[in-house]
């Protein structure tokens, strides 16, 4: 006869840790590339991912940029191009980020404009989206 385990009590990781704030489970990231649509080099990567961290800073209070990752994906015309993107995400506060997504979008698109992109890529709560058509 198989002994009946006891259901274990629901966590409170923040209370357990001393946490004094509440917490956010949504992220929102960014992908920055350091090349365009051909594979050359942007030259300004540093500039881009310095720019999201203080935007998304000032929205949710905070915001961290992975080292580069190395990745690659093919542009419309079947050519491979390698790039090392960095990711940089923030946990968001729901009424900040909403209020502030012109902001966003603003940035997301100059973004692909002006580092000529063929597509900019973000997350957010587990999706995964591209834009293509810069305004």
Known sequence: MAKKRA????????????ATEGYSDQ????????????????????????????LLTQIN??????????????NDKGTLIWENPVV?????KTAPFVENLGRIREFLHRLGRETNQE?????????????????
């Not at 992220?27 to 720019?51: A, H, M």
């Not at 597509?119 to 305004?135: S, T």
Request: proline letters at 4%; charged letters at 30%.
């Open 27 to 54: 992220c929102f990231s960014i992908y920055i590339p350091n090349k365009d649509r051909t594979g050359r080099e942007i030259g300004n990567q540093r500039n881009w991912v310095l720019e999201g961290i203080r």
């Open 88 to 92: 940089v995400y923030s946990f968001i």
């Open 61 to 74: 209070k905070g915001a961290t940029a992975m080292p580069p990752v190395e990745g690659a994906w093919q």
């Open 7 to 18: 259901r274990a009590k629901s966590l409170d990781l923040g209370e357990a840790l001393g």
């Open 119 to 135: 597509e900019v890529a973000f997350e957010f709560d587990g999706r995964f989206y591209l834009i293509k058509d810069f305004e």
